[in-house]
Every structure is written in C-alpha cells, then in structure tokens.
C-alpha cells in the first residue's frame, strides 16, 4: 500500500488549506484513513479520521475548523483547514489502518505564517 499526500504549504494566519491523500496498492474491506500531524518539538498527534462507513472525527484542537472526508470510491482523503493558526504548523502525515496494519504517507508540510 503506498500513500501520497500533497497539498500542503505556506498560509497565513486565518487562511486555507487543503491537502489530500491517494492510498494505492491492495487496499480492500473495511479501513481507515485518517491524518496525524506532528509540529517541531512535539509529539505526533491524531487530527482527524474518516471511517469506511462514513462515520469521521477530528480533535478537539481542531474541531469546528478542519474537516475531514473521503472520496466515494474511498482511497482518496481530504483535510479541509480552514482558520489556520501557527500552532497548526507542523508535517501533516496520511495514514491508512487495515486488519491491525497501518500505512504512513511520506508527509506534507504546513505553515501558518504570522
């Protein structure tokens, strides 16, 4: 399974991003794609998760300004930010969790400028 993510990049404070991650390779049943971000210094945090029954959650620092979702086919996952702050820079990192096995994207960098 491979996981590339792109999208992401410099924002202003306040401003928008979205990235994106395409899982490829045997990929079938149920799995979950999700996004974790990790920020210098700091430990790797979930931010969001997207299930194959559509049930999708984000984090408390998040809630309310990320959105997370998945394309019908449902190999690809999208995280909407909106109301970026500096805290929210970090590397932003695709993953893919199936029978107990999970797969991490190479990552996508993001940052807030103020």
């Known amino acids: 399974v491979q996981l590339v993510e792109s999208g992401g990049g410099l924002v202003q404070v306040g401003g928008s991003l979205r990235v994106s991650c395409v899982a490829s390779?045997?990929?079938?049943?149920?799995?979950?794609m999700g996004w974790y971000r990790e920020a210098p210094g700091k430990e790797r945090e979930l931010v969001a998760a997207?299930?194959?029954?559509?049930?999708?959650t984000v984090s408390d620092p998040v809630k309310g300004r990320f959105t997370i979702s998945r394309d019908n086919a449902g190999n690809t996952v999208y995280l909407q930010m909106n109301s970026l702050q500096p805290e929210d820079t970090a590397v932003y990192y695709c993953?893919?969790?199936?029978?107990?096995?999970?797969?991490w994207g190479q990552g996508t960098p993001v940052t807030v400028s103020s």
């Open positions: 997207a299930f194959s029954g559509g049930f999708t």
């Open positions: 390779g045997d990929i079938s049943g149920l799995f979950v």
């Open positions: 993953t893919l969790k199936a029978a107990s096995v999970e797969y």
